[in-house]
């Protein structure tokens, strides 16, 4: 159902673009998000957006990530810029409909995010 892209290595401070297209019909009324996972830690939230495109974002990537949706394309998108160490996670796309009928909580593969410091 989803089919995250865009990770890779970068140096300290560099940008990567995540992307996310999710199959199906019901792109519009979905909740779109990005979690990520460090080695040894939790899946933690990173930024969500809406289907109506209200933005929520992780305390730590406040000002730096910019999450974003095109309802034409299916496709919700992860700007990261002025990366950090510790922003070294396997991020995963997350698309979420709470209300309404069918519900559903789909997660995309994971793809690798690697910021040398």
Not at 2 to 29: D, E, M, W
Not at 48 to 72: C, H, M, Q
Request: proline share 3%; with cysteine.
């Amino acid at each position: 159902q989803l089919q995250a892209s865009g990770g890779g290595l970068v140096q300290a401070g560099g940008s990567l673009r995540l992307s996310c297209v999710f199959s199906g019909s019901l792109f519009t009324v979905t909740d779109m998000g990005w979690y990520r996972q460090a080695p040894g830690k939790q899946r933690e939230l990173v930024a969500v957006i809406t289907f109506g495109e209200l933005t929520n974002y992780a305390d730590p990537v406040k000002g730096r990530f910019t999450i974003s949706r095109d309802n034409a394309r299916n496709t919700v998108t992860l700007q990261m810029n002025s990366l950090k160490p510790e922003d070294t996670a396997v991020y995963y796309c997350n698309a979420h409909r709470g209300s309404g009928w069918p519900r559903y909580d789909y997660w995309g593969q994971g793809t690798q995010v690697t910021v040398s410091s």
